[in-house]
């Protein structure tokens, strides 16, 4: 049994290396197919090229003739059949029919100078395919290559494509997706379409790279991308949201004939910064003046000391309006994440939206989850707690008060009875003096009655004139206390 589940065993692997080694082998082949076709398609557009280049020339000679016999003067002895035959209104449109066909010429080289390029990129790709893990990375000088040639073979957009030569349709709008025109709300990206991608690196970092994109889900809403500076198994990114993406201008607006597909100078951008497959913030400082130009940007950057960096040439290609993810509104409303919020306490949070303070709680890739409150808990839990604390201050305030007007209450009753004791014995004491006097009084009149009546009658006369005189002070002195009383 042991052996053969490990005959079993073997033959899986074996057939797994084998399934293997053939998905590279046709993922080669079909990659050698796709570089030889594309180096026939060229050679053969490379010959007509030559001729269309011949006809051009043979226009412009043409079309120059044509306008210098329209400005040689007229000599006067020519004839009115002549004059007749060869008027200044035919020779006119004689020379715009040739200025005509020779920008027609010129327009059809061009357009095969432009599928040579796309055709000589599809090869490039093509010998670097994404899914093969043997491939070399791209070199840094080889990148800035590649995007150079990219931005140059873009296509040019003059404003005047389907005018069909009527002079009403000149003024043509210029298409989405040309120059600084952003795409339709509808558009849907394919497969090989170079975009931004915003995401997120293993380091945790998010930036806005240079991608391509690899799949297109059938919601049309989701796409996977590769980053075009990705290393062998590396630089896949799935599920990517379509509010993530940017997609690249196809066009390149022409300044002298559609300057308004350009950035206004001033006009906060997302560009790529050189030497680089990243997008960053940046100013525009200066606008192309020919079709080949390329804007000129200041990018953020802390390392300097002004916070910008010099000015950097980008082309059309890569310079796209700016994009403000912080200010993206979440997928679930705020009512239901506060509901969510009261039933617990704490929520798990990935890192990076804990130090950004995000509504979000479902966090896709590699992150780091932290059990810990977020930013707006903590706010709320801190001003509950001012509340609180302001309600305490103001409710020992209160209290306090009433403390000092009770005891204040308390001692004015008491000063209040104080008061009305003293005044009682005031009267008291006046009383008892009263009644004290007048006993005294009392007691030294019957002394002096039995001393007058012990001695002889010859002193009676006298001892009754003292009496008397004695006791008229006394009466004096017993009636005054009670008249004061009285009063």
């Keep these: 049994m042991t052996r053969t589940n490990n005959n079993s065993e073997y033959s899986s692997s074996r057939r797994s290396s084998s399934s293997s080694a053939s998905i590279t082998q046709s993922s080669s082949t079909e990659a050698k197919d796709v570089i030889s076709q594309n180096e026939l398609k060229i050679q053969r557009l490379l010959?007509?090229?030559?001729?269309?280049?011949?006809?051009?020339?043979?226009?412009?000679?043409?079309s120059r003739d044509a306008w210098l016999s329209i400005q040689q003067p007229k000599s006067p002895t020519s004839s009115n059949e002549n004059a007749s035959s060869q008027s200044p209104k035919n020779n006119l449109n004689e020379a715009l029919t040739n200025v005509r066909s020779e920008i027609e010429m010129y327009k059809t080289a061009l357009d095969k100078i432009s599928q040579v390029r796309q055709l000589q990129i599809e090869i490039a790709n093509a010998s670097k395919h994404h899914n093969d893990a043997t491939r070399s990375h791209t070199t840094r000088r080889g990148l800035a290559d590649l995007l150079s040639h990219m931005a140059y073979a873009l296509k040019t957009w003059y404003g005047n494509e389907n005018s069909e030569h009527d002079t009403n349709k000149s003024d043509v709008s210029p298409p989405p997706l040309c120059g600084a025109v952003p795409a339709a709300s509808n558009h849907v990206c394919h497969v090989g379409d170079r975009i931004a991608g915003f995401v997120e690196s293993d380091d945790g970092d998010e930036n806005w790279?240079?991608?391509?994109?690899?799949?297109?889900?059938?919601?049309?809403?989701?796409?996977?991308?590769v980053d075009i500076d990705a290393e062998p198994d590396k630089g896949h990114y799935y599920n990517i949201y379509k509010r993530h993406i940017i997609p690249l201008p196809q066009w390149r607006a022409c300044p002298l004939t559609c300057p308004q597909a350009l950035f206004l100078p001033r006009t906060v951008v997302l560009a790529l910064y050189p030497?680089?497959?990243?997008?960053?913030?940046?100013?525009v400082e200066s606008i192309p003046r020919v079709g080949k130009d390329c804007y000129s940007i200041?990018?953020?950057?802390?390392?300097?000391?002004?916070?910008?960096?010099p000015e950097f040439d980008v082309p059309q290609m890569f310079v796209v309006a700016y994009k403000d993810m912080c200010s993206i509104p979440p997928r679930k409303p705020r009512a239901l994440m506060r509901e969510r919020l009261e039933k617990e306490s704490t929520v798990a949070q990935c890192q990076k939206c804990l130090t950004k303070g995000h509504w979000t709680f479902e966090c896709k890739g590699k992150r780091k989850y932290v059990e810990r409150p977020s930013r707006t808990q903590?706010?709320?839990?801190r001003i509950k707690q001012l509340k609180k604390s302001k309600e305490d201050e103001e409710t020992n305030a209160n209290e306090t008060r009433k403390k000092q007007l009770n005891d204040d209450l308390q001692t004015i009753k008491f000063d209040k009875n104080n008061n009305d004791n003293d005044d009682g014995n005031s009267s008291d004491s006046s009383s008892?003096?009263?009644?004290?006097?007048?006993?005294?009084?009392?007691?030294?009149?019957?002394?002096?009655?039995s001393s007058s009546s012990s001695e002889t009658s010859t002193t009676s006369s006298s001892s009754d004139s003292s009496d008397e005189e004695n006791g008229s002070p006394s009466d004096t002195n017993n009636e005054s206390p009670k008249k004061k009383i009285k009063v």
Aim: hydrophobic share 20%; glycine share 2%.
């Design 47 to 62: 010959l007509e090229l030559q001729d269309d280049l011949k006809k051009t020339k043979e226009c412009y000679t043409t």
């Design 298 to 309: 200041i990018f953020e950057d802390s390392s300097y000391n002004s916070g910008y960096s």
């Design 275 to 283: 030497q680089t497959s990243c997008f960053y913030k940046g100013v």
């Design 209 to 225: 790279i240079l991608a391509e994109v690899a799949n297109v889900h059938p919601n049309k809403t989701k796409y996977d991308i």
């Design 432 to 449: 008892s003096s009263s009644s004290s006097s007048s006993s005294s009084s009392s007691s030294s009149s019957s002394s002096s009655s």
């Design 378 to 381: 903590l706010l709320e839990k």
